[in-house]
């Protein structure tokens, strides 16, 4: 349909799988990406995601294992 724009659940592209598929309006696909952002933002305030400038964003050495 004009106006809707394909999401892909887990951010990945070129997964096509119906159940990695959400069509959506342009506006909701922005609140949906905002609200991954907020996600990560708690994540990290929350110790569960660390940053270094060698190696960007990671999941905390205790999840990670």
């Known amino acids: 349909e004009a106006g809707e724009i394909v999401h892909h659940i887990d ?4 997964n096509n799988d119906p ?3 959400a069509v959506c309006r342009k506006d909701t696909h ?3 990406h905002r609200q991954l952002e907020l996600i990560a933002i708690t ?6 995601v660390t ?3 060698k190696d960007g964003y990671r999941v905390a050495a205790q999840l990670s294992a």
């Open 11 to 14: 951010l990945n592209k070129h």
């Open 19 to 21: 159940d990695n598929i």
């Open 30 to 32: 922005g609140q949906y």
């Open 43 to 48: 994540l990290y305030r929350q110790g569960l």
């Open 51 to 53: 940053f270094d400038e």
